[in-house]
């Protein structure tokens, strides 16, 4: 009985020593699972923005690319128009010349060569009566009738690449949205590494909740972004 007696306060003070210090371990087994889920989720965010940015970047480079091609288009569009303007110049002032100086004939092959495109907008200048009405429009040239085929071609193509430059702004405008978002994410990696190297617990929790709430903002604002 009293070997009973004296070993039975011993047993009851062991048992609420090891209760006592199973607690703490169990707290520190989940915040380390904390930080352990934060490291997994930042680091999945991080890779999933640098691929979104490496392929907004390669939308950038190609939009520049289309919009410099369609622009070189363009800018040939137009000068093949000038230089067809000054064709029709040339053969109109032939026409003219040979009209007034009395040689039918040679206005009669003058007139023979002007462009099918150039043909309407003369018509409609000779119905002013150009050589009575003071009123008349100076040329076929600014008739409204005028309207060559490769200056509308160059214009389209003007605004194709203008359309085209600003799909690489935009995009380059994305890349530089998913770009931000890695800073965040780097930022949360840094608080969530340090917290495993803290002893003291109040400080622990308060670092991983910080990280935890940049996260979850580095998050709602990746997914309010386009993806590529």
């Known amino acids: 009985m009293i070997h009973a007696h004296v070993h039975a306060p011993h047993e009851?003070?062991?048992?609420?020593?090891?209760?006592?210090?199973s607690k703490p371990e169990r707290g520190e087994r989940l915040l380390e699972l904390c930080?352990?889920?934060?490291?997994?989720?930042?680091?999945?965010?991080?890779?999933?923005?640098?691929y979104q940015a490496a392929r907004w970047s390669g939308e950038q480079s190609q939009g520049y690319v289309r919009a410099s091609a369609t622009r070189i288009k363009a800018q040939q569009q137009a000068t093949r128009a000038g230089q067809l303007r000054i064709d029709d110049l040339l053969y109109f002032n032939g026409w003219l010349n040979a009209r007034q100086t009395g040689h039918p004939r040679l206005a009669a092959i003058s007139r023979r060569r002007f462009r099918h495109e150039f043909v309407p907008a003369f018509t409609a200048w000779l119905a002013q009566r150009p050589f009575t009405n003071p009123k008349a429009i100076a040329g076929p040239l600014y008739m409204p009738q005028y309207k060559p085929v490769e200056l509308a071609r160059a214009t389209a193509f003007d605004a194709e690449a203008d359309r085209l430059y600003k799909e690489g702004t935009d995009a380059k405008s994305n890349d530089d949205h998913y770009i931000l978002s890695t800073v965040f994410f780097a930022t949360v990696l840094f608080f969530a590494g340090i917290s495993l190297?803290?002893?003291?617990?109040?400080?622990?929790?308060?670092?991983?909740?910080?990280?935890?709430?940049?996260?979850?903002?580095?998050?709602?604002?990746?997914?309010?972004?386009?993806?590529?």
């Open 12 to 21: 009851l003070s062991e048992g609420s020593e090891k209760s006592d210090t």
């Open 35 to 50: 930080a352990v889920l934060l490291l997994s989720l930042t680091t999945v965010a991080t890779a999933w923005s640098g």
């Open 197 to 228: 190297r803290l002893a003291w617990r109040p400080l622990r929790i308060a670092v991983l909740a910080l990280g935890s709430a940049m996260l979850l903002g580095g998050l709602v604002f990746v997914l309010t972004l386009p993806v590529a």
